[in-house]
């Protein structure tokens, strides 16, 4: 899975660590086996990224990464510059398992820690985290909303646009800003762009859910927007080929 594969794959540096890495691979792969069937489409396991869910058979792997983690000593990983990318496993794991917010702590120490060992990788994966999680908690309110009252839901469809879609502190608006740092490869933008589709994916079908309405047509222009750009990078073609048939068409103007 891509961000197995461009976080972790190669880790050089104490055993320990790279055995936090096989577990945390083995519990993406069995996450990618039961999740990407939620785009309704086969895609190279190269290039999808994990999308969102946590089967319990993946779980014990991410906890025991986590357990690998806690015994490593970071002045021994400072040694080799790895301190990032074990805050940002450790990140990632806590992410998996649904605790927000001790994953977008983590996240923040190994940005922190990116920056100081220069590894822009680690850098930018740190500071798109948040969005990803942003991604679960609108997933998760949605699922609750549902069994909501009718004004209720109107307001939970509100909370969930402004955190899939609007303002600073948006999944779209983090994502984006992740993007847009230095030295990030062609595969992980292929991925953070996924992931951004993946928030208007949600809010489209929040919005159907909750309150019966299509998406707006300036919501499918940025949509396409991400499509075009997903489709000049390397190896992204395909993808947003297979994407275009799975998201909104051209919609009538709305909220």
Same mark, same amino acid.
């Given at each position: 899975?891509?961000?197995?594969?461009?976080?972790?794959?190669?880790?050089?540096?104490?055993a320990?660590?790279?055995?936090?890495?096989?577990?945390?691979?083995?519990?993406?792969?069995?996450?990618?086996?039961?999740?990407?069937?939620r785009?309704?489409?086969?895609?190279?396991?190269?290039?999808?990224p994990?999308?969102?869910?946590?089967? /319990?058979?993946?779980?014990?792997?991410?906890?025991?990464?986590?357990?690998?983690?806690?015994?490593?000593? $970071?002045?021994?990983?400072?040694?080799?510059?790895?301190?990032?990318?074990?805050?940002?496993?450790?990140?990632?794991c806590?992410?998996?398992?649904?605790?927000?917010?001790?994953?977008?702590?983590?996240?923040?120490?190994? $940005?922190?820690?990116?920056?100081?060992?220069?590894?822009?990788?680690?850098?930018?994966?740190?500071?798109?985290?948040?969005?990803?999680?942003? #991604?679960?908690?609108?997933?998760?309110?949605?699922?609750?909303?549902?069994?909501?009252?009718?004004?209720?839901?109107?307001?939970?469809?509100?909370?969930?646009?402004?955190?899939?879609?609007?303002?600073?502190?948006?999944?779209?608006?983090?994502?984006?800003?992740?993007?847009?740092?230095?030295?990030?490869? /062609?595969?992980?933008?292929?991925?953070?762009?996924?992931?951004?589709?993946?928030?208007?994916? $949600?809010?489209?079908?929040?919005?159907?859910?909750?309150?019966?309405?299509?998406?707006?047509?300036?919501?499918?222009?940025?949509?396409?927007?991400?499509?075009?750009?997903?489709?000049? #990078?390397?190896?992204?073609?395909? #993808?947003?080929?297979?994407?275009?048939?799975?998201?909104?068409d051209?919609?009538?103007?709305?909220?």
């Open positions: 899975m891509v961000i197995a594969a461009l976080m972790l794959a190669g880790c050089q540096g104490p320990a660590l790279r055995r936090a890495q096989d577990l945390y691979n083995r519990g993406v792969e069995i996450e990618n086996a039961g999740t990407v069937e785009w309704n489409m086969q895609v190279d396991p190269e290039r999808a994990v999308l969102p869910a946590s089967p /319990d058979s993946s779980r014990g792997y991410y906890a025991a990464c986590l357990d690998v983690l806690d015994g490593l000593s $970071e002045p021994k990983l400072a040694q080799d510059r790895l301190v990032s990318t074990a805050r940002l496993l450790r990140a990632l806590l992410w998996r398992l649904d605790r927000y917010k001790e994953a977008r702590d983590a996240a923040n120490r190994a $940005e922190e820690a990116s920056t100081a060992e220069g590894e822009p990788r680690d850098r930018i994966m740190a500071r798109a985290l948040p969005g990803m999680i942003k #991604i679960d908690e609108a997933r998760d309110l949605a699922a609750e909303a549902s069994g909501m009252s009718g004004d209720e839901r109107v307001e939970a469809a509100g909370a969930i646009r402004a955190m899939l879609l609007t303002g600073d502190r948006s999944a779209t608006s983090m994502l984006g800003a992740a993007r847009g740092l230095d030295g990030i490869s /062609d595969a992980l933008t292929i991925s953070l762009i996924w992931y951004e589709l993946d928030a208007y994916h $949600e809010w489209w079908k929040a919005k159907d859910a909750l309150l019966r309405e299509d998406l707006a047509r300036e919501k499918k222009h940025e949509i396409d927007a991400l499509l075009d750009e997903m489709e000049q #990078i390397d190896g992204g073609r395909a #993808i947003a080929d297979n994407l275009r048939t799975l998201l909104p051209a919609d009538p103007p709305g909220g």
